[in-house]
């Protein structure tokens, strides 16, 4: 009898894969949104090198207690070098620390990066095998989430800021929370 | 008038698809001789009819007809006349077209040249690619017609994609069907096996050469494709993980255990039940491949349509195809007959390990590919699942696998001596080792799997080449005798020799421009030079550029490689008279160290471009070892065995009804 079950295992999984694709297939799903599985949650644990080593590790316990942009970058990546200005504009206009994460970027290109463009962020995390980035579900860089006091994710952008979402979304959400 | 004789052959084609599908099959389980022979006829007529319907859509693109929506929506007057004729398959009706002349072309030739099939199991295996032919034509027909009408005509097109303008592209679809048709036909049979209730090295025969098809036009199918993403999309890689991609490296993967599967088959009479299942998933994921790319379900770039009711539609036909196998499978495999026996260590042995490893590589793909679409559809979340999975999962599988790869040629049937094929190979274990030590003290700082991918492919390389020098007796005996045994061995051993050899020296470079390569974007104004390694590239400018259907800027970069003159790349940026995005041309000078690779990019000032140049070590040796590998597919199809006239080695047993 087990014998049997295996040869019916294949059709089993068949239904399965049938059964999701069906609602899959459901006319009003969008599969090029992008909301994050992580808005309204908690920050993944990570436990990520810095740029640094003086400051000590980057963590979650960083977050704590106030709000805080994570952004995630490379070396490598154009769009975050055109984003960058902005996020200088960002940390000082509205006061947050910024959390930046390096992306698969080896330790001497972020250094340069960061000399040569300036470091906007209070700490950069070296993400180096791209771990961090699938827990927090990142789909390419730049990437920006915003986190509440609590370390609740509140906000995710899946592409660089411009200064369109930075006056009319990023800010004033960001100045709610700050309350 | 031609939109509507193709129409009218597509419509009589699905009809007799229909009378396929019914007829033979009957016959064969009622003995009824004439139904039985009624599908060589139908199969034949089927080629005919689709051949003609293609023949008017081509025809259409080439007369630039406007008034035929297809034509309108991906063709342009001015494209070059080879670009008309490839956008007959660069949009999703023209190519659903393609893919049932080729499943058309694949009946008509096991129709043709099936003289030796027992007639029930071929009767059968035609009545079933007959249901497949029904279903993808009823799919054409009802909701994807490439001869609908478009009225009033406009009077010009919309052009075809400008990222599809392109030699490489014109016959990546073309081949990619090949392959995924081509397991339909191993599809048919495993099927008729079922029904018939019998599998038999016999039926391993006449299966082989339509997964050997399958196979190298998959092979090559695949590699065209990433080069072309490789010089066409400017990004400097060659794969990315895209589910559309995965959707073709599935039935790859799956295809090439099946492969192996077979031969246990027909040698030693093993593994039967596995070897159907293996065949039906097969052309279950070049079906899954389809579903993914024409329902819209997911994104990628690769995808055509994004209408539900087609993902609906295919989604039926999956479920009713594979469905209504595995039900049959699960109600008649149980009762197929165990063949040979043999131990663990054995060439058997070997091969069942390269299934598992094969298999289970698969589903890590499987689940990379479904996992976002499956979360997406439970918790409503997205996630994209990328290069670090695989690099996780995937490659680790990979390693043992080509370890195995060497290993498992030089061991026996039944009963095998391992120590004694390690012995064989310490040579290519030492060398492969002392590869690695070289890598890791050259490049300090890659990551392990640099080195390991290295040595895993100098291994193999080594491994393959010391099996060849086994079976010719290199070295051991005379020149006159190493001739002779070169001379005849069978073309299925050098297709084995080929193939593997291939996949070595594509590993190689896998590894080489996944480890090293070294890119650099610079805003660069003419006059400017940056110095990568060895090479120093000056940026001379820009100058505009005109090509029969686009304009373009062209950069002029001189390369000079230790201070010597090395050649002049002229990457452009390509702006096409219609499509408004514009496309990059990658300028590259492979050589077989490595490729040199620049990009022009945005104007980033009044005189001044954004660039992009990479050092590719070693990725001209993934081309080569590709080109190998579909070779050694070629070389094994035309293995004596599977000629017409050669006699049948076992003698052919008529079944006895089902």
């Known amino acids: ?179 | 008038m031609i939109a509507e004789i193709g129409h009218y052959a597509l419509v009589l084609a699905f009809a007799l698809a229909l009378a396929q599908s019914v007829l033979p099959m009957v016959g064969a389980a009622r003995g009824i001789r004439p139904w039985m022979a009624f599908a060589r006829t139908a199969a034949l007529a089927q080629l005919g009819f689709i051949g003609l319907a293609f023949l008017a859509l081509v025809a259409c693109f080439m007369r630039s007809d406007f008034s035929v929506l297809a034509v309108y929506e991906h063709s342009h007057s001015q494209q070059p006349m080879i670009y008309k004729i490839a956008a007959t398959w660069g949009n999703h009706e023209g190519s659903l077209l393609l893919w049932v002349l080729i499943l058309a072309l694949f009946g008509a030739l096991v129709a043709l040249f099936g003289e030796n099939l027992p007639p029930r199991l071929k009767a059968r295996a035609l009545s079933v690619q007959g249901m497949i032919g029904f279903a993808f034509l009823a799919f054409m027909l009802f909701t994807s017609n490439p001869f609908a009408r478009l009225v009033p005509a406009p009077l010009e097109g919309q052009e075809l994609n400008p990222l599809l303008q392109d030699p490489g592209l014109a016959m990546h679809p073309p081949m990619l069907y090949l392959g995924y048709v081509g397991f339909s036909m191993t599809f048919s049979f495993a099927v008729a096996a079922l029904i018939e209730g019998r599998v038999d090295a016999a039926w391993a025969r006449w299966v082989r050469p339509w997964t050997l098809l399958a196979w190298t036009t998959l092979t090559a199918g695949i590699v065209l494709g990433a080069h072309w993403a490789y010089y066409e999309l400017g990004w400097g890689g060659w794969w990315s993980w895209d589910p559309v991609e995965n959707a073709s490296f599935m039935p790859w993967l799956i295809g090439t255990a099946l492969l192996h599967c077979e031969t246990v088959v027909e040698k030693r009479d093993a593994l039967k039940v596995w070897t159907i299942l293996l065949a039906i998933i097969a052309f279950g994921f070049s079906l899954i491949g389809t579903f993914l790319v024409r329902s819209g379900i997911i994104t990628s770039v690769h995808a055509f349509a994004q209408d539900p009711a087609r993902g609906l539609f295919i989604l039926a036909i999956f479920v009713v195809a594979l469905g209504g196998s595995f039900g049959l499978f699960a109600w008649r495999a149980p009762a197929l007959q165990p063949g040979g026996l043999f131990l663990p260590i054995s060439r058997e042995g070997a091969l069942v390990l390269n299934n598992l490893l094969l298999g289970v590589a698969t589903a890590t793909v499987l689940i990379g590919t479904l996992y976002p679409l499956a979360l997406s559809v439970i918790s409503g979340g997205t996630v994209s699942v990328g290069a670090p999975y695989y690099l996780v999962t995937f490659v680790p599988l990979m390693v043992p696998l080509l370890l195995l790869m060497a290993i498992g040629p030089l061991l026996g049937w039944k009963r095998g001596d391992l120590p004694g094929a390690l012995q064989r190979l310490a040579v290519a274990g030492v060398f492969a080792v002392f590869v690695a030590g070289y890598t890791l003290h050259r490049e300090t700082g890659t990551s392990i799997w640099a080195p390991l991918g290295i040595a895993v492919g100098v291994w193999l390389a080594l491994g393959t080449v010391i099996e060849w020098i086994e079976r010719v007796k290199l070295f051991r005996a005379r020149p006159r005798d190493n001739w002779n045994r070169a001379r005849h061995l069978p073309r299925a051993a050098y297709g084995m020799t080929l193939a593997h050899l291939g996949l070595a020296i594509a590993v190689i470079g896998m590894t080489g421009s996944s480890a090293w390569k070294v890119e650099s974007v610079q805003v660069m104004k003419p006059g400017d030079s940056i110095t990568i390694g060895r090479y120093a590239y000056r940026f001379d400018g820009v100058m505009p550029a005109r090509g029969p259907n686009y304009l373009a800027e062209r950069g002029t970069f001189t390369v000079t490689k230790d201070g010597k003159p090395y050649t002049v790349l002229y990457p452009e940026r390509r702006q096409y008279e219609v499509q408004e995005s514009p496309t990059t041309e990658a300028a590259i000078q492979s050589s077989l160290s490595g490729d040199i690779y620049a990009v022009i990019g945005d104007r980033a000032g009044p005189d001044s471009w954004t660039v992009r140049i990479y050092h590719q070590p070693l990725v001209p040796w993934l081309w080569i070892g590709g080109a190998l590998m579909a070779l050694g597919g070629l070389t094994s199809l035309s293995d004596r065995r599977y000629r017409i006239g050669v006699p049948n080695r076992l003698p052919v047993v008529q079944a006895t009804g089902a």
């Not at chain 1, 963590?59 to 106030?66: E, L, S, W």
């Not at chain 1, 006091?149 to 979304?169: C, F, N, S």
């Open chain 1, 1 to 179: 009898m087990n014998k049997r079950l295996f040869y019916l295992l294949p059709i089993v999984l068949l239904g399965l894969f049938g059964v999701i694709a069906w609602y899959g297939l459901a006319p009003d799903r969008d599969p090029s949104a992008l909301p994050s599985a992580l808005i309204g949650k908690p920050v993944p644990g990570f436990n990520l090198a810095t740029l640094d080593p003086g400051s000590g590790g980057l963590t979650p316990r960083d977050f704590a207690g106030k709000v805080t942009v994570v952004n995630f970058f490379a070396s490598w990546c154009v769009p975050c070098k055109a984003e960058h200005p902005l996020l200088f504009q960002l940390a000082k206009d509205y006061q947050v620390p910024i959390y930046g994460i390096a992306f698969q970027d080896k330790t001497e290109d972020t250094e340069r990066y960061i000399r040569e463009m300036g470091s906007p962020y209070s700490k950069i995390g070296l993400d180096q095998n791209g771990r961090t980035a699938i827990d927090f579900g990142v789909t390419g860089v730049p990437e920006t989430f915003i986190l509440d006091k609590t370390g609740i994710i509140r906000y995710r952008l899946a592409q660089p800021i411009d200064p369109g979402r930075l006056a009319g979304e990023i800010g004033p959400l960001l100045k709610s929370l700050a309350q």
